[in-house]
């Protein structure tokens, strides 16, 4: 026989045999132990509320343990580090914002991973609409109102934060650059104490998560000018949107999702999307989340990371503009 055909043979066995191996790992039965969902922040904010909905619904279906661990620190880096660094064998998953996924990096002088390349995105979660609220104690009724004021005393009015490079934090940037005006910002650490002060009156503004919020606004202890959606919410159906109020374009929400690290095989991927987008159709998680003012998920793996890319195009020049950094 001659030898290239015999040595051709043997290279078709082989990359057969390859082939096949790799088509059995694929398709390996998953999971057959405990998974790790990691969260970076910690818990009881509406990311560590997602994860621990959609892993009870996981752990029912698949009939192993979905354990979530808060890995809280740097502003997510931290526990999106130890997912970046994990096996990607789909036992170590990631329940994030945007921010570990797309902007930190544009924040923190250092990163531990490379955003762009260290994690392969699942899932959309869920997103939440931003809305801007004064203190009841000012007088501002409207937007326009708002900022006729803040272009009259520059630098003088104050908005609340959850922290220096939070999703609050660039929301107040881009409407800074919408609108013209500079305000005075006051991070703390969390959203919740920025909300505590605005309610008792200590700052004028603070544009926050709508969940944050919902219940002071519904209570009546802050008092809602717009929201920064394309129509209003059903959730608040008598505040107007940004561009009602004569600021167009300004959309803006904080987003939640899911990701593994890179390298986990396609169809994996794909498995774990597809349940936790029936887990976010269950009507118990739909209901409870729906009614606290966030819009449900499970878009995809392409979704999601068309999703993150706009992230960084977004608020990249924000960024940089405002020249956030790290504290």
Same mark, same amino acid.
């Given at each position: 026989?001659n030898?290239?055909?015999?040595r051709?043979?043997?290279?078709?066995?082989?990359?057969?045999?390859?082939?096949?191996?790799?088509?059995r790992a694929?398709?390996?039965?998953?999971?057959?132990?405990?998974?790790?969902?990691?969260?970076?922040?910690?818990?009881g904010?509406?990311?560590?509320v997602l994860?621990?909905?959609?892993?009870?619904?996981?752990?029912t279906?698949?009939?192993?343990?979905?354990?979530?661990?808060?890995?809280?620190?740097?502003?997510?880096?931290?526990?999106?580090?130890?997912?970046?660094?994990?096996a990607?064998?789909?036992?170590?998953?990631?329940?994030?914002?945007?921010?570990?996924?797309? $902007?930190?990096? =544009? +924040?923190?002088?250092?990163?531990?991973?490379?955003?762009?390349? *260290?994690?392969? %995105?699942?899932? @959309?979660? #869920?997103?939440?609409?931003?809305?801007?609220?004064?203190?009841?104690?000012?007088?501002?009724?409207?937007?326009?109102?708002?900022?006729a004021?803040a272009?009259?005393?520059?630098?003088?009015?104050?908005?609340?934060?959850?922290?220096?490079?939070?999703?609050?934090?660039?929301?107040?940037?881009?409407?800074?650059?919408?609108?013209?005006?500079?305000?005075?910002?006051?991070?703390?650490?969390?959203?919740?104490?920025?909300?505590?002060?605005?309610?008792?009156?200590?700052?004028?503004?603070v544009?926050?998560?709508?969940?944050?919020?919902?219940?002071?606004?519904r209570?009546?202890?802050?008092?809602?000018?717009?929201?920064?959606?394309?129509?209003?919410?059903?959730?608040?159906?008598?505040?107007?949107?940004?561009?009602?109020?004569? $600021?167009?374009? =300004? +959309?803006?929400?904080?987003?939640?999702?899911?990701?593994?690290? *890179?390298?986990t %095989?396609?169809? @994996?991927? #794909?498995?774990?999307?597809?349940?936790?987008?029936?887990?976010?159709?269950?009507?118990?998680?739909?209901?409870?989340?729906?009614?606290?003012?966030?819009?449900?998920?499970?878009?995809?793996?392409?979704?999601?990371?068309?999703?993150?890319?706009?992230?960084?195009t977004?608020?990249?020049?924000?960024?940089?503009?405002?020249?956030?950094?790290?504290?």
């Amino acid at each position: 026989m001659n030898a290239t055909v015999t040595r051709r043979a043997a290279l078709a066995a082989a990359l057969a045999t390859g082939s096949a191996a790799k088509a059995r790992a694929q398709a390996a039965p998953w999971p057959t132990k405990p998974v790790r969902i990691i969260v970076p922040f910690p818990p009881g904010g509406l990311v560590d509320v997602l994860a621990r909905a959609v892993s009870q619904s996981l752990a029912t279906k698949f009939g192993q343990p979905f354990v979530v661990e808060n890995r809280a620190g740097a502003g997510g880096n931290i526990g999106a580090d130890a997912v970046a660094k994990a096996a990607p064998d789909g036992y170590t998953l990631l329940a994030s914002s945007l921010g570990p996924l797309a $902007v930190n990096q =544009f +924040i923190y002088p250092s990163m531990p991973y490379d955003t762009n390349t *260290a994690f392969a %995105p699942i899932t @959309l979660l #869920a997103a939440t609409p931003k809305v801007l609220c004064v203190a009841n104690n000012r007088p501002w009724r409207n937007v326009g109102a708002l900022v006729a004021e803040a272009k009259a005393r520059p630098g003088q009015l104050t908005a609340g934060s959850a922290g220096g490079g939070s999703s609050l934090h660039l929301a107040l940037e881009l409407f800074k650059g919408a609108t013209g005006t500079e305000i005075q910002h006051i991070p703390y650490r969390g959203a919740a104490p920025a909300v505590t002060d605005l309610v008792a009156g200590t700052i004028d503004m603070v544009i926050d998560n709508v969940p944050n919020i919902l219940g002071q606004i519904r209570g009546r202890a802050v008092r809602p000018l717009a929201v920064a959606t394309e129509a209003r919410l059903p959730q608040l159906p008598d505040v107007p949107t940004m561009a009602e109020e004569g $600021v167009p374009g =300004f +959309i803006f929400g904080t987003a939640f999702g899911m990701a593994a690290p *890179a390298g986990t %095989p396609p169809d @994996l991927i #794909a498995r774990v999307a597809e349940a936790v987008a029936e887990a976010l159709r269950e009507p118990a998680t739909a209901n409870r989340l729906t009614e606290q003012g966030a819009i449900l998920g499970g878009t995809g793996p392409e979704a999601f990371a068309a999703l993150i890319g706009r992230e960084r195009t977004t608020l990249e020049p924000v960024i940089r503009r405002a020249n956030i950094r790290a504290e």
